[in-house]
């Protein structure tokens, strides 16, 4: 059932804003998480929601309501912070049912949430378990059951994921969606790895110093960010300064240097506009370049991740990009000096006004 | 001669094994990567080589040296400790240049070295910032500063990016390598995530329970695991256990629960044996230019999750083979959707083929 809405909150901290006019709307059963460099304020935007702080200025909504005045117990709330919690001297079963026990409920309306709440996160056979006798994991699944006991419809997810192994985030990532799809909860996640919200989220948020950059579903944010920031944020980016030398109705054409030119979807540009054009190494087609968007160039070094490889590639213009591809042992490999030719289909080169403050500081995470 | 080299390490604390008998070699201006779970022995290690530790049992020699009775401050090698131990009361740069100073370098020569590292961890606008006024990344970062202007020859870094942003962390994991590389040192690198192992290392050292699970190029560790657990923990995998059914010159074919047969180019079973056959959800191709040859199976797209980049699909074959694909987005309007029919493939070379484990596959492989 919960809507959470804020409009225009600021948090301050000396002369830090740390929530800087925030206006956000996070739909009902909605999963959004926010993301930005340390700093930003999303660890202030969510502690502002869950009541443990006050904003200086605007208002949170939730369900219509304001809660400015109800304190963090009355605001049906799970959250659930990076720090596993849990009381090292009681077991499972007793950590998950501290909360209804404190408030007074008796043992025979409490065994079954708790049983319930076991059974979703599949630790049933652990509950006279203590903590250190658990996985950091498991821990956590158990802080999150904790969390939901007390009937909370809102889960509030501060970096719940960050004191764990890689390899364990991962998998528990999607236990984290399945578990708020399940019970039909809203959820504010926060965490500083955008792939982690990227595979979970409905929407996700883009913070920066204290600002939203932007807000949209992962694949609109990947594929048609709205600012430089979130280009380089989200995923990866190959920049390129530019002159904007041609426009017709629905495509430009930018001057990149040394006689480059690349062509794009139009936006707002015009004609001999400094613009930063960006597309991803992944739309850079390596193998079978199409026709138009041709770029060639010089290959500086390959780089391995696993099985993808990344091509870097000097440009005439002096400027190096990159472009990836799957290491299909049945493609041709590239070699250092070598000369590669790449395109990159119009439908995939974004084109941005360049920035006021230099592009080096639109995109600096910090 | 390799630099640092590690004869039979062993160490117990109380009933726990934490190194068993563990070999090592690593060359002058060698990058390796430690990579392993929690609790698998990779900072017991680390503090062994800097002489923090002292083993049950082996030897450690660095530059051919026997180093077991040599105090750390004595080995060419700076260890780095995961929380970071700034000196409070000095700002960045004194704490950056408080290792070259107390050696008696010269003036010009301190302010070299440290500005350099300072740049290189961009933090040169904060030199006069002290170590309360920053972030905790940043923190991080004078740390490793600090290490790397220490001069020794030997970096010992445990989880040096473990604190950082990830999307920061990706940026700073290319520069320390060239860092590493630029000024010649050797580094070995601790760490749990097998992608900055992967993108930052010259070799890999896979650890698993405190023994060596497998050494070997990033190549080598990503696409031939030497076991279940190595296929498992780096890039995934999609296991399917079936027996070997017949087996020649080419390879051999591994007939799975469900009737599905899969072809493999290993022949290092026996007919009969019982397998797992692992492969990466990157070699499984989705919609195949081709659909001839082996290991091709008809199927739907069960769900699909868009990791930034990459999309990863969950197909189903036939009565429920559940099969993990991973691939490059490069046209995001052509993606497969669920419910969407597929074919899938994958090669025979691309498949790794061990034997079904005593303790049952998901023994290997469970991470949580």
Redo the contacts between chains.
């Keep these: 059932m919960p809507e959470v809405k804020l409009v225009n909150v600021s948090k301050r901290y000396g002369r830090i804003k740390a929530n800087d006019g925030i206006n956000l709307t996070i739909k009902d059963k909605e999963y959004v998480s926010v993301i930005g460099?340390?700093?930003c304020g999303k660890t202030t935007l969510i502690r502002n929601i869950a009541g443990i702080i006050h904003p200086d200025e605007g208002e949170i909504f939730i369900d219509e309501e304001s809660v400015s005045n109800v304190p963090i117990e009355d605001r049906r709330i799970g959250y659930v912070f990076q720090n596993i919690a849990l009381f090292p001297h009681m077991n499972i079963w007793d950590n998950i049912t501290y909360g209804p026990h404190v408030r007074g409920l008796p043992q025979q309306q409490t065994r079954p949430l708790a049983l319930e709440m076991l059974d979703m996160i599949k630790i049933a056979a652990r509950s006279e378990a203590y903590p250190h006798e658990l996985?950091?994991?498991?821990q956590q699944k158990t802080a999150v059951a904790r969390a939901l006991i007390s009937d909370a419809r809102l889960l509030l997810l501060d970096e719940p994921l960050g004191a764990l192994?890689?390899?364990?985030r991962t998998?528990?990532r999607?236990e984290l969606r399945r578990l708020v799809k399940d019970l039909r909860l809203t959820a504010l996640h926060v965490t500083?790895?955008?792939?982690?919200a990227?595979?979970i989220s409905d929407r996700v948020v883009v913070m920066k110093k204290g600002r939203i950059v932007e807000a949209g579903t992962?694949?609109s944010l990947?594929?048609r960010p709205q600012h430089t920031f979130t280009a380089n944020?989200?995923?990866?980016a190959n920049f390129l300064k530019g002159i904007v030398v041609e426009t017709t109705a629905d495509t430009s054409v930018v001057d990149i240097g040394s006689g480059v030119q690349l062509r794009a979807n139009r936006g707002k540009e015009t004609v001999d506009e400094r613009v930063i054009v960006v597309f991803?190494p992944?739309?850079a087609?390596l193998d079978k370049p199409i026709e138009v968007n041709r770029l060639s160039g010089k290959v500086m070094d390959v780089?391995?991740?696993?099985?993808?490889i990344r091509v870097m590639i000097k440009l005439p213009n002096d400027e190096t990009i990159a472009a990836?591809?799957?290491a299909s042992?049945?493609k041709p490999m590239y070699d250092v000096s070598e000369s590669v030719t790449i395109s990159v289909?119009p439908d995939n080169v974004l084109v941005y006004p360049y920035p006021e403050e230099g592009l080096k500081k639109a995109l600096a995470?910090? | 001669m390799p630099l640092v080299k590690l004869v039979n390490i062993t160490k117990k604390f109380g009933e726990i094994i934490a190194l068993d008998n563990i070999e090592l070699s690593i060359e002058d201006g060698e990058y390796l990567c430690v990579l392993g779970?929690?609790g698998a022995g990779k900072t017991t290690l680390l503090r062994t080589i800097a002489g923090l530790i002292r083993p049950d049992g082996g030897e450690i020699f660095i530059e051919g040296e026997l180093v077991n009775d040599v105090p750390p401050e004595e080995r060419d090698a700076v260890y780095m400790f995961q929380h970071f131990a700034l000196f409070p009361h000095m700002n960045v740069w004194d704490n950056v240049s408080f290792g070259p100073s107390i050696k008696n370098w010269d003036n010009e020569q301190v302010k070299t070295i440290s500005s350099e590292v300072l740049e290189m961890v961009?933090l040169s606008d904060r030199q006069d910032a002290f170590p309360s006024e920053l972030?905790?990344?940043?923190q991080q970062r004078v740390a490793l500063a600090r290490g790397i202007a220490s001069g020794a020859k030997i970096l010992l870094l445990d989880e040096p990016l473990g604190a950082?942003?990830?999307?920061?962390r990706v940026?700073l994991r290319r520069q320390l390598r060239r860092l590493v590389k630029d000024q010649k040192l050797t580094a070995v690198h601790v760490t749990?995530?097998?992608?900055e192992a992967?993108?930052t290392a010259d070799r890999i050292m896979v650890l698993r329970k405190g023994k060596v699970e497998q050494v070997g190029l990033?190549?080598e560790i990503?696409?031939s695991p030497k076991s279940i657990f190595v296929a498992s923990?780096?890039?995934n995998a999609n296991f399917f256990e079936g027996n070997v059914i017949e087996m020649d010159n080419s390879g051999s074919t591994i007939w799975i629960r469900g009737d599905y047969q899969i072809r493999v180019s290993q022949t290092d079973r026996k007919v009969g044996d019982k397998v797992v056959v692992a492969v990466?959800p990157?070699?499984v191709i989705i919609n195949p230019d081709s659909h001839k040859g082996k290991n091709v199976f008809s199927g739907m797209v069960d769900s699909s999750?868009?990791?930034?980049?990459?999309m990863?699909y969950k197909v189903i074959v036939g009565d429920g083979m559940v099969i993990f694909s991973e691939?490059?987005?490069?046209?995001?309007q052509e993606l497969p959707r669920p419910g969407q029919e597929v074919t899938v493939s994958f090669?025979p070379?691309?498949c790794c083929l061990f034997e079904y484990p005593e303790a049952g596959l998901l023994k290997e492989i469970e991470?949580?």
Aim: hydrophobic share 35%.
């Design positions: 460099p340390s700093g996985s950091g994991g498991t192994d890689v390899k364990v998998e528990l999607y500083h790895d955008q792939e982690e990227m595979s992962p694949v990947y594929t944020f989200v995923g990866e991803r992944e739309f087609v780089l391995y991740s696993g099985s993808i990836k591809r799957i042992f049945d289909s995470l910090e | 779970q929690t961009r972030s905790g990344g940043m950082l942003d990830a999307r920061l940026d749990h995530d097998q992608e992967l993108m990033p190549s990503y696409s923990f780096v890039g990466k990157t070699d999750t868009f990791v930034g980049g990459s990863k691939a490059l987005v490069s046209n995001i090669h070379a691309r991470a949580i």
